[in-house]
């Protein structure tokens, strides 16, 4: 823990505010004008740790943010391949109320890998129409995501022919493949039959033991049983490394998903995994114990070359900075301007017994993670979900530039901001000072006020509005986490 946070003593509570990533880290929203005035308000020593936990507590937002990254890594979405044909099953419902209910890690994972109807879309895989190979069977599918996903490996290769980067082999593959499936696959090397086959078994067999003779049922009882034994470090290292990496831009271990590699901090890492199994897997406390180390508050840091991020001599020096997610920029222009997504494009409501609004949630918009895939999304990062995506990349492209500069979502949205806005405010410094706390939580400077004031004009239209909030939302400022 000393080495958590005494990393730096540089930051301390008095240059810290909520401007800093924690909302937009833990919950995915930008913090209030008010949220600001409270907090600066607030004399309190440990105030910071008030503000995190606060944030924690926030069950409806904090599920629907972190709903976003589970989608992602189980492969779990509102349309596409398979729903249609009854070949995919969809798992938000549960999803939703395991995050809104902070299970434990380890239940959490028991009830993905030995599920019930809720829950068993992500072993269940896609179904595809047609012929496929063998690396693509629903068993196979299952091997291959579960190791991904909960151990950081990669079986893909194997699942061909014995893998030419790691020391895993074909029969490996299958093995554990055979956890799911109800009948003994045979093993075919680059899809072709080699009349060989191999009993069921955990990837390493100090885990335990697999019965050849189960039903799959009970095979996934066994598999959900073995993995997540408090001793199974590898699991729990892996999610460690996940949420550092969500939060600080970079993992111990990069890639994330390639968990034999060096972490550049052994020590660190294993320190975290032990402290999260002594605190029951709360997830929660990991995130707090994360946001509230002086580690998270060390000046962030850039890279020129995206490619040095991953270089295997990388030293920490903070937190790296990165780009607001699809999600993350999309509910901040609602929160900020006017609600990107309307009701009627909610995919799932996990408030059915009311209308969507702040009764249930701090927000009075749909959150993004809660709509189906557009191009509009796409273009911002959000990936297709027919395949496990554990990382989005989070640099700017064209296919962005064209989306804010031309693309209907985008400019709808503030168009009808800048319509309310003009009936809303009369005086222009009140507006653009409101718009700058809102944006950027902070007022604007002599300068950009100025600038402003200047643009917008004796009587502003609407497009003139627009170009403010154009100018200000593309600023490096508001969409990369600093």
Not at 195 to 223: H, T
Not at 431 to 439: D, G, H, I, L, Q
Request: aromatic content about 12%; charged content about 25%; proline content about 4%.
């Amino acid at each position: 823990e000393a080495r958590l946070q005494g990393m730096s003593a540089v930051c301390s509570q008095l240059n810290w505010n909520p401007s800093n990533p924690t909302g937009i880290d833990i919950i995915g929203l930008l913090p209030s004008p008010e949220e600001f005035n409270k907090f600066a308000e607030d004399d309190r020593q440990d105030k910071r740790a008030i503000w995190v936990r606060e944030l924690l507590n926030r069950q409806d937002d904090y599920a629907l943010h972190w709903l976003t990254f589970w989608n992602d890594a189980l492969r779990n979405d509102y349309t596409g391949t398979g729903y249609i044909t009854g070949g995919r099953s969809n798992i938000t419902n549960w999803l939703y109320q395991s995050l809104r209910k902070n299970k434990p890690y380890d239940q959490f994972v028991r009830e993905l890998l030995n599920p019930n109807e809720e829950s068993k879309g992500f072993i269940q895989g896609i179904e595809w129409r047609g012929v496929v190979n063998s690396s693509q069977t629903t068993e196979m599918q299952a091997a291959q995501n579960v190791s991904q996903v909960f151990l950081g490996l990669n079986l893909k290769c194997a699942s061909c022919h014995n893998s030419f980067i790691s020391d895993w082999k074909l029969d490996d593959a299958y093995a554990f493949a055979n956890v799911f499936s109800k009948t003994s696959l045979e093993i075919n090397r680059c899809d072709k039959p080699t009349g060989r086959f191999v009993d069921p078994r955990m990837l390493w067999k100090e885990l335990g033991n697999i019965s050849s003779k189960a039903s799959v049922e009970e095979k996934r009882k066994q598999l959900a049983q073995n993995m997540t034994k408090p001793v199974n470090g590898r699991l729990y290292r892996t999610i460690v490394n996940r949420i550092w990496a969500q939060m600080m831009g970079r993992g111990l271990v990069e890639p994330v998903d390639v968990m034999d590699n060096e972490p550049w901090d052994q020590d660190l890492l294993d320190w975290m995994a032990y402290n999260f199994s002594k605190k029951q897997f709360d997830m929660k406390e990991l995130i707090y114990m994360i946001a509230t180390s002086e580690t998270y508050q060390l000046r962030s840091v850039g890279f020129k070359d995206a490619a040095l991020i991953g270089n295997p001599k990388y030293k920490f020096t903070g937190m790296l900075r990165k780009r607001m997610s699809a999600e993350q920029f999309t509910d901040a222009i609602s929160n900020v301007i006017y609600p990107v997504f309307t009701n009627d494009e909610l995919r799932y409501n996990p408030f059915t017994e009311f209308k969507y609004n702040n009764t249930a949630a701090k927000t009075a918009f749909v959150r993004s993670s809660l709509v189906a895939n557009s191009s509009y999304l796409t273009s911002l990062g959000r990936p297709n979900r027919e395949t496990v995506a554990t990382s989005r990349d989070s640099q700017a492209n064209l296919l962005q530039a064209l989306e804010f500069t031309n693309g209907a979502t985008f400019n709808e949205a503030i168009k009808q901001g800048a319509l309310r806005w003009q009936s809303k405010f009369k005086n222009k410094k009140v507006a653009v000072n409101e718009f700058y706390m809102k944006a950027l939580g902070r007022a604007p400077s002599e300068k950009e006020l100025a600038v402003a004031e200047q643009a917008l004009g004796d009587s502003p239209g609407t497009e003139d509005i627009q170009d403010l909030f154009w100018s200000v939302v593309l600023l490096p400022e508001f969409q990369i986490i600093y």
